[in-house]
């Protein structure tokens, strides 16, 4: 059974920080893996979807690594900005499977 | 306009009520999902359709229903709802790109439901 680890749960930092949020999950036959951000009581936006065949991906001030031998990921975020404070979550779906595992997400405060 | 919507954003009902959540979207996607999101939980699937005609069990669909009326819209059903089932819910669609490749999934702003 796919299980999807995040850590830290919970990360506060000085607004103009560079971060890394960690992914982990344990069964690498996966298609792809997403990391979303989730504002508080709000739905979840997808920032990145990186297919299984690729490496990163970028958008804007947001990097996302996959390294599925090993089973991690990580959300890179540079200079970060109090607006960048949510909840991030990244989601796999099983080998085969249409259904996303996530984990419990990592909550950010980027402080002014 | 907002692509998926879900109605209604907040409700809180008594133990044995009947409920129904709706989602619309306007993507055009065939597939949609429902999750509940507990906290330290994290997100769990409850039910999913690939189509009108394709309905699927997820990891938690005990206690709920769910009725795909059309491509545009899913709803889903407490048939009698109980304190435990107090979560916020999300609807989401997707579309495979060509390949088989998994897309991204777009998630609706939630049902906050508190069950007494």
């Not at chain 2, 330290?40 to 709920?64: A, H, M, R, T």
Request: contains cysteine; aromatic residues 8%; glycine residues 8%.
């Amino acid at each position: 059974k796919q299980e999807v680890t995040q850590i830290p749960a919970a990360l506060s930092v000085p607004e103009g920080e560079n971060l890394v949020l960690n992914c982990s999950f344990t069964d690498s036959a996966i298609y792809n893996l997403q990391w979303f951000r989730q504002d508080p009581g709000k739905g979840l936006t997808s920032l990145l979807l990186i297919q299984s065949s690729q490496r990163e991906q970028t958008s804007g001030r947001l990097n996302a690594s996959l390294d599925k031998s090993s089973g991690r990921s990580t959300l890179y975020i540079a200079a970060s900005q109090p607006g960048d404070s949510a909840t991030y979550l990244c989601a796999v779906p099983p080998g085969g499977s249409e259904k996303l595992v996530f984990g419990k997400g990592t909550k950010l405060t980027v402080n002014p | 306009d907002a692509d998926v919507t879900q109605t209604p954003r907040n409700r809180i009902t008594k133990t044995g009520k009947r409920i129904m959540l709706e989602c619309s979207q306007t993507k055009g996607h065939d597939r949609m999902y429902w999750y509940r999101q507990d906290p330290g939980l994290g997100l769990q699937l409850i039910y999913y359709s690939f189509d009108v005609k394709d309905i699927n069990k997820g990891e938690i669909s005990d206690g709920y229903s769910v009725s795909r009326q059309a491509q545009a819209k899913f709803s889903l059903s407490l048939e009698s709802a109980i304190p435990n089932q107090t979560a916020l819910y999300f609807c989401a669609t997707s579309e495979p790109t060509s390949g088989g490749a998994k897309d991204t999934q777009y998630f609706g702003p939630g049902t906050r439901l508190t069950v007494l």
